[in-house]
């Protein structure tokens, strides 16, 4: 299995960013998540999504400023990511096969995409 991460970048304050998750393999079909890693802090959860993209999981920290979705066509995840914070600068994951919110709980990650957030 292999995760692409990509989508991230320097954006001011305020501003949004979409991370993609392109997914290789077969196990591509089960629950994906997104993580991140802020300088100097450990990895934290960030959401996860099903297979079927019915239900989603967000942490408390983001809820109802980050979106995850997923296009089982395209073996692809996203992460729209609206009015960013300084806070919100990290590393950004993905992660395939697992579950939960703890790191691990999960088999399979991506690079990272680094999200700087400029106030």
């Known amino acids: 299995v292999q995760l692409q991460a990509s989508g991230g970048g320097l954006v001011q304050a305020g501003g949004s960013l979409r991370l993609s998750c392109a997914a290789s393999?077969?196990?591509?079909?089960?629950?994906m998540a997104w993580f991140r890693q802020a300088p100097g802090k450990e990895r934290e959860f960030v959401a996860s999504?099903?297979?079927?993209?019915?239900?989603?999981y967000y942490a408390d920290s983001v809820k109802g400023r980050f979106t995850i979705s997923r296009d089982n066509a395209q073996n692809t995840c996203y992460l729209l990511i609206n009015s960013l914070t300084p806070e919100d600068t990290a590393v950004y994951y993905c992660?395939?096969?697992?579950?939960?919110?703890?790191?691990?709980?999960?088999?399979?990650w991506g690079q990272g995409t680094l999200v700087t957030v400029s106030s």
């Open positions: 999504i099903i297979l079927s993209g019915v239900s989603t």
């Open positions: 992660a395939v096969d697992g579950s939960g919110r703890l790191v691990a709980g999960y088999k399979y």
């Open positions: 393999g077969r196990t591509f079909g089960v629950r």
